[in-house]
């Protein structure tokens, strides 16, 4: 509430723990288009068709994982005020 109150409108969140790029340091401010979840060692549906959820298994179409329009909000020329590095996925 106090970020709305301040006259938050979005809030931008993700998160990571790897890379493949040895270009990229630790704190640098990384613009994703894509991932790869290489998660193992659970289940891969958070919807198995236990209730409450519905029954069966249910998919977030993950094409376009990033929204478009909010990646162009954080182009170089908008990322100048960050304390890091903006680095874009190409």
Same mark, same amino acid.
């Given at each position: +509430?106090?970020? *709305?109150?301040?006259?938050?409108? %979005? ?5 990571? =723990?790897?890379?493949?790029?040895? @270009?990229?340091?630790?704190?640098? $401010?990384?613009?994703?288009?894509? $991932? +790869?979840? /290489?998660? #193992?060692? #659970?289940?891969?549906?958070? @919807?198995?068709? /236990? *209730?409450? %959820?519905?029954?069966? &298994?249910? %998919?977030?179409? +993950?094409?376009?994982? $990033? =929204?478009? *329009?909010? #990646?162009? &909000? !954080?182009? &170089?020329?908008? =990322?100048? !005020?960050?304390? +890091?590095?903006?680095? $874009?996925?190409?």
């Amino acid at each position: +509430m106090a970020l *709305k109150e301040a006259g938050c409108t %979005h809030i931008l969140a993700t998160n990571a =723990c790897g890379g493949l790029q040895d @270009y990229t340091q630790p704190g640098d $401010f990384i613009i994703l288009d894509q $991932f +790869m979840d /290489q998660t #193992r060692g #659970r289940e891969q549906s958070l @919807y198995g068709g /236990q *209730k409450p %959820h519905l029954d069966g &298994v249910l %998919h977030i179409p +993950m094409a376009e994982p $990033f =929204c478009e *329009k909010t #990646r162009e &909000v !954080f182009s &170089v020329s908008h =990322c100048d !005020f960050l304390p +890091m590095v903006p680095h $874009f996925n190409r």
